[in-house]
């Protein structure tokens, strides 16, 4: 369960802390996720503001775990050159990202510090005692057994074998991201995959989900050999016929049925080509597979099923962008009030 995750200087984003934790509101109870966090967790903001910048550095993130960085990672460079201004010298900018997260009984905190695209950091805390550190390309291993026993390893797989991290490593290489382009994204489920595996696999369940919304499950997908095909009213279409709406759909339902439980999705414009009755859909199916979703969207209909608490609202200065969660700004907000109404009328000043 993730607890908050706090990131640093990547993309447009200067400095921001994200609390899951729930808020002193009483109601919507359903939205609590066992007992001590929101699920999900909505983006607002406005075109430009700096929303897909938070799903950008996940996804680097969630590459770094699956294989390695494979995805560029970018500082703020209007941020650099703000600096570069002011002191008049090549200023020293770090990317950093902590996440806090919660399995089993243990409270667990991993941080990863980047320097000009080189690991300068990374250490896992549990509960207050670092397991594990590295520093540039040395790791060390610290083993509590009435004192401190140091232990340097040439790499993460003999830390694994150690240390039992198993538990920790599935969850943090278990992040699912989908990026607005639904291109680029980085899913452990669909590595070494052909997304259409997963349409094919999970077709009776995405349908038998989708049952009652009109024309959301007219057609059927067969597979001969690699080939896909998508059949409507006994006529055939190759699968790159299917709309853009169809496969958002299948996409994000394969992802959720095909990921652990436990787990986290990141999905930029989640409601990207979705009818509203999908889109409440989709969050009924997170809470049966206890799932943590954080989103972005300009669906404001959703906001009538969230908490203030579940809602960050995001700004851009010109420089960099700032997260603030609703329930921060505003205090007085009750179960009574029309939170959607609020947010178009600009009441919340974003």
């Known amino acids: 369960m993730l607890l908050s995750l706090e990131l640093e200087n990547v993309f447009s984003i200067k400095k921001i802390k994200l609390d899951f934790v729930k808020a002193r509101y009483t109601y919507k109870r359903d939205m609590i996720y066992n007992d001590l966090a929101i699920n999900p967790l909505a983006i607002y903001g406005f075109n430009g503001s700096g929303k897909s910048s938070l799903f950008k550095a996940m996804a680097f993130l969630s590459s770094f775990w699956q294989k390695g960085p494979n995805m560029e990672l970018e500082h703020n460079y209007l941020l650099q050159q703000q600096l570069l201004k002011e002191k008049n010298s090549e200023p020293y900018l770090l990317s950093k990202f902590s996440l806090k997260f919660k399995l089993e009984n243990n409270i667990y905190l991993y941080n990863l510090v980047i320097c000009d695209k080189e690991v300068a950091k990374e250490e896992l805390i549990e509960n207050e005692f670092k397991l594990f550190e590295r520093i540039g390309n040395k790791y060390l291993l610290s083993i509590y057994n009435n004192s401190y026993n140091e232990t340097k390893l040439k790499d993460k797989s003999l830390f694994l074998e150690l240390n039992n991290f198993n538990l920790v490593y599935d969850y943090l290489k278990d992040i699912n991201v989908v990026l607005d382009d639904r291109i680029s994204s980085q899913t452990n489920v669909l590595k ?4 259409y595996d997963l349409f094919y696999k999970y077709q009776k369940e995405i349908n038998d989900l ?133 947010y178009l009328a600009y009441a919340f000043k974003a």
């Open 210 to 342: 989708l049952g009652d919304i009109p024309g959301s499950n007219n057609f059927s997908i067969t597979k001969e050999n690699f080939n896909y095909q998508l059949i409507y009213n006994n006529n055939y279409l190759t699968i790159d016929k299917m709309s853009k709406g169809l496969f958002n759909i299948n996409m994000l339902f394969s992802l959720i049925l095909a990921s652990p439980r436990g787990s986290l999705l990141f999905v930029d414009d989640l409601d990207s080509n979705l009818h509203p009755f999908v889109l409440n859909k989709i969050l009924t199916l997170i809470k049966e597979k206890d799932i943590q979703l954080i989103f972005s969207s300009h669906n404001t209909h959703l906001m009538q099923y969230l908490r203030p608490d579940q809602i960050y609202l995001v700004g851009f200065n010109g420089v960099y962008s700032s997260y603030k969660r609703l329930s921060e700004m505003k205090d007085s907000i009750r179960e009574i009030n029309n939170i959607e109404k609020m």
């Open 192 to 195: 070494n995959k052909n997304i």
